[in-house]
């Protein structure tokens, strides 16, 4: 799908239809204060503008037969820019260098720019008004006066909503951010790999039992360990690989194949129901923020539930991040029963015609409850409210904690049968041996990975860049 239909579906939800005031559902309206957007000024460039097309073509010239653009009637900057976008390869990181060239704060030039470039992408004007809206609420939130301060965001916000996180601009710059996260173990694992390599000439016993050493060394596990091992022998025997590189491409190959693609959810109708389990402190809120911040990008309507009851900081924190997503927020406050407000979320959800749900959870074994117990709980009182809810069971695991994030996946699958991983603070010093060990132990996808503490630091994981970062 390209920006148009993308668009299409995402603006065209009536965003009038405010969730029905239950006296728990908070709908985070925006600001009051904020000022209505700027009249589109002369930035409106002239029509007959050539189309940037996502899909890799390059921008044609304007064909004769079409009006000519009149100079006198552009400011300076859109002849400049429509000059550059016209030569410039078909990437949104390009395009928006090319647009925002010498904008350097916030402001009536910077959404006149917006305009000028969602017109060239032939976005329906009330629907970029609309983008340029959201964008200019969050900013006022975020208190940034700089575009170097938010232009990740504001082209994060833009690869979601033009469909394009998957072009090779974003992946690179995901890959860079994972490359960077895994470094220590990368370093770990290449040198000890690449001694090995040179000093045995054959793959024989010694070598594999110095390499499984390696592995474990690497917070691969024992187990998993050998689980490779085994996948790596049968190939070396088969293809008879005898050189270093090639054994290198096998393992990164066999990396890569060890995680299993997220299955698609088949959501029959109604809101997705969305069950975010994990301990405290593996950035479940945060990673919640961001989940909803794609779905609302992406065109769904969400709601966030505050479904750990426990503390009320962790309420306030959650309705805080809602908020800045401009998702619906849902909570009973303080001590409220957690199966209570997934029953009632869900009500809210079908009322409100929320597209998806997004049901926190709390993180801690509390003393007089049995935290798995509960977690049971909610998954029945949800399968009873809506049939086939939870659609999703998320478990937010630590990438830097090592083998503790295996033995909380077991804990977790066996309570509410975890159906996806996200692994968190991939952009710290992670175990990135651990991530294989989930996978081949659980044999669980990894659906997204955390990369930092902002809002457009949650992307997709993919195994074959996980792989490559983890051995070069
Ligand atoms: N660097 C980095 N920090 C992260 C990431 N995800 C979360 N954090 C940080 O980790 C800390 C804990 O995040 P929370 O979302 O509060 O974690 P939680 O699981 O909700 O913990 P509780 O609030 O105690 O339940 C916060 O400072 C987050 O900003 C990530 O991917 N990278």
């Given at each position: 799908m390209g920006?148009?239909?993308?668009?299409k579906k995402w603006w065209s939800k009536d965003d009038d239809q405010q969730p029905t005031t239950t006296q728990e559902v908070e709908p985070s309206a925006p600001p009051t204060e904020e000022p209505a957007p700027s009249e589109p000024t002369d930035a409106a460039p002239p029509a007959g503008l050539p189309p940037i097309v996502p899909d890799q073509e390059q921008i044609q010239p304007q064909p004769e037969d079409q009006p000519q653009v009149q100079p006198q009637d552009q400011p300076e900057w859109q002849a400049q820019v429509l000059q550059a976008l016209r030569g410039a390869e078909p990437?949104?990181?390009?395009?928006?260098?090319?647009?925002?060239?010498?904008v350097e704060t916030p402001g009536n030039e910077l959404w006149d720019r917006l305009r000028f470039l969602f017109q060239a992408l032939q976005a329906p004007a009330d629907e970029a008004e609309e983008f340029i809206s959201k964008f200019r609420i969050w900013l006022e939130d975020m208190g940034y006066e700089q575009v170097a301060e938010f232009r990740s965001e504001l082209?994060?916000?833009?690869?979601?909503?033009?469909?394009?996180?998957?072009?090779e601009d974003e992946r690179d710059r995901l890959f860079l951010k994972l490359s960077e996260g895994l470094n220590k173990t990368?370093?770990?694992?290449?040198?000890?790999?690449?001694?090995?390599?040179?000093?045995?000439r054959k793959f024989d016993d010694p070598f594999w039992e110095e390499l499984e050493e390696v592995l474990i060394m690497a917070d691969v596990g024992h187990q998993s360990a050998g689980k490779l091992l085994d996948r790596l022998k049968a190939r070396v025997r088969k293809e008879k690989i005898e050189e270093s590189e090639a054994f290198r491409e096998m393992l990164r190959q066999e990396l890569a194949a060890i995680f299993p693609e997220p299955k698609s959810v088949a959501v029959p109708q109604g809101p997705e129901i969305v069950l975010v389990v994990g301990v405290n402190g593996v950035g479940k809120t945060t990673t919640?923020?961001?989940?909803?911040?794609?779905?609302?990008?992406?065109?769904?309507?969400?709601?966030?539930?505050?479904?750990?009851?426990?503390?009320?900081?962790?309420?306030?924190?959650?309705?805080?991040?809602?908020?800045?997503?401009?998702?619906?927020?849902?909570?009973?406050?303080?001590g409220a029963d957690p199966a209570a407000v997934a029953y009632e979320a869900v009500d809210a959800a079908l009322k409100g015609?929320?597209?998806?749900?997004?049901?926190?959870?709390?993180?801690?074994?509390?003393?007089?409850?049995?935290?798995?117990?509960?977690?049971r709980k909610i998954k029945r009182v949800l399968g009873k409210k809506l049939p086939g809810a939870p659609h999703r069971c998320l478990l937010v695991l630590d990438a830097t904690t090592g083998q503790n994030a295996?033995?909380?996946?077991?804990?977790f699958n066996e309570a509410v049968t975890v159906d996806e991983i996200i692994l968190t603070k991939l952009d710290g010093t992670s175990k990135g041996g651990i991530v294989v060990a989930?996978?081949?132990?659980?044999?669980?996808?990894?659906?997204?990975?955390?990369?930092?503490?902002?809002?457009?630091?949650?992307?997709?994981?993919?195994?074959?860049?996980?792989?490559?970062?983890?051995?070069?």
């Open positions: 920006f148009f239909s993308k668009v990437k949104l990181s390009v395009w928006l260098e090319h647009t925002l060239a010498g082209q994060y916000r833009l690869a979601l909503a033009l469909d394009l996180e998957d072009e990368r370093e770990q694992l290449t040198k000890r790999i690449d001694a090995l390599l040179s000093a045995h919640i923020a961001k989940l909803a911040h794609r779905a609302q990008m992406q065109g769904r309507k969400v709601l966030v539930a505050a479904g750990d009851t426990f503390r009320a900081a962790a309420i306030e924190q959650l309705g805080i991040w809602a908020k800045r997503t401009g998702a619906d927020f849902f909570t009973k406050g303080e015609g929320h597209d998806v749900v997004f049901l926190d959870t709390a993180g801690r074994l509390h003393t007089k409850v049995d935290l798995m117990d509960e977690l295996l033995s909380q996946t077991k804990l989930i996978a081949l132990e659980h044999n669980m996808p990894i659906s997204f990975i955390g990369l930092g503490e902002k809002m457009e630091d949650l992307r997709p994981f993919s195994g074959e860049d996980f792989a490559k970062a983890l051995v070069n």
